[in-house]
Antibody
Framework: QVQLQESGPGLVKPSETLSLTCTVS????????WSWIRQPPGKGLEWIGY???????KYNADLKSRVIMSVDTSKNQLSLKLSSVTAADTAVYYC?????????????WGQGILVSVSS | QSALTQPASVSGSPGQSITISCTGT?????????VSWYQQHPGKAPKVIIY???NRPSGVSNRFSGSKSGNTASLTISGLQAEDEADYYC???????????FGGGTKLTVL
């Protein structure tokens, strides 16, 4: 059973860069699309973007100017960087796996990590 | 504002059936058979219960079913159980520049 685990700082200062890592275990990164999805406290889900195992990416246009995703297949890890954060970026951040770039079928999710933006 | 519109809340008694709607446009729900539904219990990650409009992943109860008509997708839960109390989100592929969109979520209360 594939397992995903997000890690990174739980607190980021405004205007700084949020950096998170997702480690995939009991499975390969290969041939899948890996998304980052966030959920502000008490609110709904927002897709941030995905990275294919080959490194190709697609980002939510609303966040595109601030997002960079990367993949390290040797470590089975994905990373997310979100720059110039504000309080509006406070959310639980999830990494999730899908087999398709059209069907929003995320079959495995990490447990999520709460990132707060505050000085 | 979410791209897909869901009712904020629905409720039902044990054993009853309920339906949650998810309304979009021809650019998303109406244009593709790529609608998924997620169940999320408090403090937990979402879990896919329906994909590609009406398909159930292995292990998901057949009490959950999905359908679509025009720009509106629907999730029906039959034989409501206490454990079904959760938040439910729809998601669709979209031809707009964000690829995938979610609904705002619906809180299901089992009375």
């Amino acid at each position: 059973q594939v397992q995903l685990q997000e890690s990174g700082p739980g607190l980021v200062k405004p205007s700084e860069t949020l950096s998170l890592t997702c480690t995939v275990s009991a499975g390969s990164i290969g041939f899948y699309y890996w998304s980052w999805i966030r959920q502000p406290p008490g609110k709904g889900l927002e897709w941030i973007g995905y990275i294919f195992y080959s490194g190709s990416t697609k980002y939510n246009a609303d966040l595109k100017s601030r997002v960079i995703m990367s993949v390290d297949t040797s470590k089975n890890q994905l990373s997310l960087k979100l720059s110039s954060v504000t309080a509006a970026d406070t959310a639980v951040y999830y990494c999730a796996r899908s087999s398709s770039f059209t069907s929003p079928t995320f079959d495995f999710w990490g447990q999520g990590i709460l990132v707060s933006v505050s000085s | 504002q979410s791209a897909l519109t869901q009712p904020a809340s629905v409720s039902g008694s044990p054993g009853q059936s309920i339906t949650i709607s998810c309304t979009g446009t021809s650019s998303d729900v109406g244009g593709y058979n790529y609608v998924s539904w997620y169940q999320q219990h408090p403090g937990k990650a979402p879990k896919v219960i329906i994909y590609d409009v009406s398909n159930r992943p292995s292990g998901v109860s057949n009490r959950f079913s999905g359908s679509k008509s025009g720009n509106t997708a629907s999730l029906t839960i039959s034989g409501l159980q206490a454990e079904d109390e959760a938040d439910y989100y729809c998601s669709s592929h979209t031809s707009r520049t964000i690829n995938w969109v979610f609904g705002g979520g619906t809180k299901l209360t089992v009375l």
